[in-house]
Each structure stands twice: as structure tokens, then as C-alpha cells.
């Protein structure tokens, strides 16, 4: 890919303040929150660890680094990303800005790999991305010496820096060898940045980095437009049709999914419901992968349902909605997927649905794993905090904000604040469930499953249950006073806190643990959220939502029209350049120019995203759109 020049201001008049290039180069006239801290201490030449919520601007911390002290006379800035598509974006997103950036992956023919490389030798860019598999080969790291002798290598930035740990949700092998970068190049800088990390995953990324010494920025974790949702899984596609028909149709979402096979499904369904819909999952082809993520970004109100394959560097800013219809593993995981939601800072939605059979299924592979004792159990106390979050009967932003050690009050926009739920005393219940358990194993010494459990439970004289006789138990009958729906969320809690285990066979029988005992002697207290069952109503089918442009309240009628005009002229653009919209200019600006209705290029400056190459490159183009309104 050829790299567009510096604007010719920057070439002719060395922008060498931070605060200049943020201005001049990238549009913005001040930075957010603790970036402007961590962009002097990288430009200085010091270590960083950033911890920075999606959509808070994480890229300029690296970015501007890499402009100033490449005008310093620092060299090239090495930019390790996972994502061949995150590059992609990334790179055209500079060239917009004019800055020299290139690529180094697998789309990229014999030839255009090796001009880039002879490129990078001669120090002729500013960033170069790479994958952390290519960074480590032997190849890449003579090059990398090459550039150091001559003093042309200036900084390395990790992005998604979770993946080096074994404690995060996305465990990257590769990125472990990362730890050439310090042993190597120990007089280089590195910013290692990330969206998600409790403490143990940050310790981890600190240690497995060689980054002890670096200087830690955690923002908050908060993101005050995202409202949390988390209901019981009841026709959990029935409910994820009635979420979004009732409150997102037409609008950009994804939906998350444990399997592929559910993926297809849950795919065809919402086509079939009338909502545009694509399937994204390791098992479909590359080809048909990237044209569904293409597709989703470039243009608007498309869902995207996929596994968690699906995701990481989605810089998407128009997601009005993130789904699970299924328990994620972590809480970690759960940030960092609904987190892809409402980049744009306007009001986003992350609901998820869960049942027995979420909690049943993610505590059976962490006991199957072939994996230590001791990493399985914080695995196990991972999916705990999560299921604390799904039951939770407070805010769910604060308790989310707690996991990562950030401390708030009630925020008002999440389901617990706006409706607050009904709470009731499970713990005569679970000791009724465990004793159920107990009694059954001692009748026969064989364990059965949750349905038998439960029958016996509320004394329900099934074929099954007479069969074996355990009508004839003391326990039979003696939760009759309970829903089935009270019992699994007891069973639930019992499953999560490890007094009740799931055997791995086809049945899913139930076993006591050594932590029963505790329960059925009342030491331990299961208090829980009322359930609250939604009928079904099935709608009948739609034809094809089409996504309708979300004009900005604050513009009146001509701005509307000028605002349409702008968008549809950026999509034609977009579509030239291969890039999201939102590559060329983010809403907000477009709704910036709508209102101010510009009459000169002097009238397009200082509108937030239009830097000096943008404005010389589009500044004709949008006053003639504004003047065609």
C-alpha cells in the first residue's frame, strides 16, 4: 500500500509539540482524559502500561509519540497488532491524516512485502504494524537490528497487550515472545496497551513484558453510555428477537454466541425476522469472513452474529447494541465485548441472557481442562465474579467497576437502577436441593441429572421417578413450595460456589462437594434475585429493516438536509479509498460542518477531525456538498 506524504506544513515547518500534531495532523483541539500524560512520558522515552476503555483514544497514545519523536530524529515506530483487518483500518486511517504508515501481513504479494521492508530499512515511514508471529522471526529481527545500529528505531507499541496473559479472555501464545523486544532492544520504549485487565492479568502483562519498571496509566473503566441489561434465558431467541425489535431495528449490533453451529442460527433467524444479519465464525472461509466483516463496517444497520473469534480492534463507532446468548467466560471477556458498543459516546446497549445450562457448561470445561490445579481455580473464581454480576440485585456498574478495582455509586441507567429487582432468601432452598442430592446417591449410589433432581424435588411423580422408587424419599415433595425457575437459580449459585459439581458425561448428573457440607449446615447464606418470567410473543416477519440515518437533535432542517448530503457523499468516498466511513470523517465532524454550514475553508477550521492533509484533501469537496444543500 502505498503511504500518502506528511502534509506539506508539517514537511516545511517540523511540528514537534504534541499538543501541534494532535491539532495539525489528527484535527482535535485537546486531549482526553490521561492522554496527554502518557503521550509526554512515551515522546520522552519512557516505558508505559495503558489501560484505556474502548473508544477512549488509546491509538494517539502511541501515534503522536511515534510522529514526534520520528521528527526528533527517533526512526520508525513498531506497532504489534493481532488483526490483519485492525491493520488495514489503522494505516488507511493515518494516510487520511497524511502520515507515513505501512503494514507488514499475509495480504500483502512477495513484492509489496519487500518494498515495504526496503522501505523500513531506509527509516522512509513513521509506524510500521505487524503481527507478534512476524515480529519474532529471525527476518524481522535483523531488520529490527539494522534500524538500531543506525539509530532509526524509535518505539514499540503492544496494542491489545491482554492477549500476552494467561489470565486474560484472549490468551495468545505468541505474544510470549514479546520478551525479545526487552532483551533485544532494552534502550527502546514500549507502550504496552490494553482494554481490559484486572489486577492479575495486569501483573501478568508487567511480568511476562519485562515492563516492571514501566509507568502504569489505569483510566476508568467506566463507560456511562452503555446501559447494562442481564436477563434470565427464557426462549433465549425469542428474547433476542424482542430486544431488538423493540428497541435496535435497523440499527448496528452484534450478537455473541458460544458455537458456530448456533452462529448459523441465530444468523438465519434474524434474516428471517426481517433484520439484516451476517454469520462470523473460525469454521466459515477466509474469503466469506472478511467480506461479512467488510460488510459490517462499511455499512450501517448490519448485525453481526459470531463467536468471540470476532471482535478484537473493532473500531466501529455507530454499535448501538452488543448481545450474549450465552454467559461469557470472565468478566474481562464480558468488558471487552460489550465494550465494542457506543464508541461514538452515544447511548449503547449491552444485554445478555443466561441460564443453568451457561453456568453447567463453562464450570465443566474448566474442570475437564488438562490444565494446574491452581490456574483452574482462578479460572473458577473468574466465572464466579461474572455469575456475582448476573444475579446481582445492586448496580451492575458498580459491581462491573469493582471487578477492576475502581470504585463508584448506583449509576442509574443500568436494569438493577431503573427496575430494581425482587430479592428472596434461597438458602432453605439449597439446602432442600443439596439434601435431594444426597439422598438420591444414598438410595442407588447413582447420580442423575437437574430435570430428575428437580421432579423429585417438587414431587412430581414422573414415569422415571417411580420407575427407581424415589417417590418413596424423604426429600420428595419437599420443595413443592418453590417454582422450577427459583430452584435453577439456586442450583445456579450452588454450581458456581463449587457445592454442588457437574460430571462430565452425556448427562450432566449432580454430585455433592466437599463445600456442600457448609451450605447444608446453614454456614453459608444464598440469597437471590426474584426470577421474573416474560411471556412469548411472537411476532410475525418483517421485510428488511433499512437502517435510517440518526440525524443530531441539535440540528434544524437545513442542517439535517446538509448533514444526509455529508454522509452520502462520505460514503461514496469511503467506497473509492476501500475504508469504513468513519475512516474519512467520524458523525460528530459531519454533524459539526452541518451546523456551522461552512462558506470557506477558513470556516472548516478548528472543527474537530479535519487536520491540515484532511482539510486540504476534502475542504473543496464538503463545501461544495454544504453549498448544494
Not at 14 to 25: A, G
Not at 390 to 406: H, I, N, P, S, W
Amino acid at each position: 500500500m502505498p503511504a500518502a506524504p506528511l502534509p506539506p506544513t508539517a514537511v516545511s515547518e517540523p511540528i514537534l509539540s504534541i499538543q501541534r500534531i494532535l491539532q495539525q495532523v489528527f484535527g482535535y483541539g485537546a486531549f482526553r482524559g490521561p492522554q496527554q500524560a502518557i503521550i509526554e512520558h512515551v515522546t520522552g522515552g519512557g516505558d508505559a502500561l495503558v489501560l484505556m476503555p474502548t473508544g477512549g483514544g488509546k491509538s494517539l497514545c502511541y501515534q503522536i509519540p511515534a510522529l514526534a519523536r520520528q521528527q526528533a530524529g527517533h526512526g520508525v515506530t513498531v506497532v504489534i497488532s493481532p488483526l490483519i483487518a485492525l491493520m488495514h483500518d489503522q494505516v488507511g486511517a493515518l494516510h487520511e491524516a497524511g502520515v507515513s504508515a505501512a503494514f507488514l501481513n499475509s495480504t500483502l504479494s512477495g513484492e509489496e512485502a519487500q518494498q515495504i521492508e526496503r522501505r523500513l530499512l531506509r527509516g522512509d515511514m513513521t509506524l510500521l504494524y505487524a503481527a507478534p508471529e512476524r515480529v519474532t522471526t529471525p527476518r524481522f529481527l535483523a531488520q529490527m537490528d539494522s534500524l538500531q545500529e543506525r539509530g532509526l528505531l524509535s518505539l514499540f507499541a503492544i496494542d491489545e497487550a491482554h492477549c500476552v496473559s494467561q489470565w486474560g479472555h484472549d490468551f495468545r501464545p505468541e505474544y510470549r515472545a514479546l520478551t525479545v523486544l526487552h532483551e533485544r532492544y532494552a534502550s527502546v520504549p514500549r507502550i504496552a496497551l490494553t482494554a481490559t485487565a484486572d489486577t492479575l492479568t495486569r501483573a501478568d502483562i508487567l511480568e511476562r513484558l519485562q515492563l516492571q519498571d514501566a509507568r502504569q496509566f489505569v483510566s476508568s473503566f467506566d463507560r456511562p453510555n452503555i446501559r447494562y441489561t442481564i436477563v434470565e434465558k427464557r426462549e433465549a431467541t425469542q428474547q433476542l428477537l424482542r430486544f431488538i425489535s423493540n428497541e435496535h431495528m435497523g440499527n448496528a449490533g452484534i450478537v455473541y454466541c458460544q458455537s458456530r453451529k448456533r452462529v448459523e442460527e441465530i444468523a438465519n433467524l434474524l434474516c428471517d425476522e426481517g433484520i439484516a444479519a451476517l454469520p462470523y465464525h473460525a469454521g466459515l472461509d477466509s474469503k466469506v469472513r472478511q467480506a461479512n466483516q467488510d460488510q459490517f463496517l462499511r455499512s450501517e444497520g448490519i448485525v453481526m452474529v459470531a463467536t468471540i473469534a470476532f471482535g478484537m480492534g473493532i473500531d466501529k463507532p455507530d454499535v448501538r447494541f452488543v448481545a450474549h446468548l450465552d454467559m461469557p467466560k470472565n468478566i474481562e471477556g464480558y468488558y471487552q465485548e460489550t465494550g465494542r458498543a457506543g464508541r461514538d459516546g452515544e447511548p449503547a446497549d449491552a444485554w445478555m441472557c443466561y441460564g443453568l445450562q451457561d453456568v453447567v457448561n463453562q464450570r465443566r470445561m474448566i474442570d475437564e481442562s488438562p490444565a494446574e490445579e491452581e490456574f483452574k481455580q482462578g479460572l473458577r473464581g473468574k466465572l464466579d465474579a461474572l455469575l456475582g454480576l448476573a444475579e446481582a440485585t445492586d448496580c451492575r456498574r458498580v459491581r462491573l467497576l469493582a471487578y477492576f478495582g475502581e470504585a463508584s455509586t448506583p449509576c442509574g441507567n443500568c436494569d438493577n437502577c431503573l427496575q430494581p429487582p425482587d430479592v428472596w432468601d434461597g438458602t432453605d432452598a439449597a439446602r432442600k436441593l443439596l439434601s435431594t442430592i444426597y439422598r438420591v446417591q444414598q438410595s442407588g449410589g447413582i447420580s442423575y441429572g437437574t430435570g430428575h433432581i428437580m421432579d423429585i424435588l417438587r414431587g412430581k411423580p414422573t414415569e422415571k421417578v417411580l420407575q427407581r422408587g424415589h417417590e418413596r424419599l424423604s426429600t420428595f415433595g419437599i420443595g413443592a413450595g418453590f417454582t422450577e425457575a427459583q430452584l435453577r437459580g439456586v442450583l445456579r449459585q450452588l454450581i458456581a460456589i463449587g457445592a454442588v459439581a457437574v460430571d462430565g458425561s452425556a448427562f450432566n448428573t449432580l454430585q455433592l462437594t466437599d463445600a456442600s457440607r457448609a451450605v447444608l449446615k446453614g454456614d453459608v447464606a444464598v440469597q437471590l434475585r426474584q426470577s421474573v418470567s416474560t411471556p412469548t410473543q411472537r411476532k410475525a416477519k418483517r421485510t428488511p429493516a433499512k437502517a435510517t440515518p440518526k440525524v443530531p437533535a441539535s440540528l434544524d432542517t437545513k442542517g439535517e438536509r446538509r448533514y444526509l448530503a455529508l454522509k452520502a457523499w462520505r460514503a461514496e468516498v469511503a467506497g473509492e479509498h476501500n475504508l469504513p466511513a468513519y475512516v474519512i470523517f467520524h458523525d460528530a465532524t459531519l454533524a459539526a460542518i452541518a451546523e456551522r454550514a461552512p462558506q470557506s475553508l477558513d470556516d472548516l477550521q478548528g472543527i474537530s477531525g479535519i487536520g491540515v492533509k484532511k482539510l486540504e484533501a476534502y475542504g473543496a469537496e464538503v463545501l461544495r456538498v454544504v453549498g448544494s444543500v
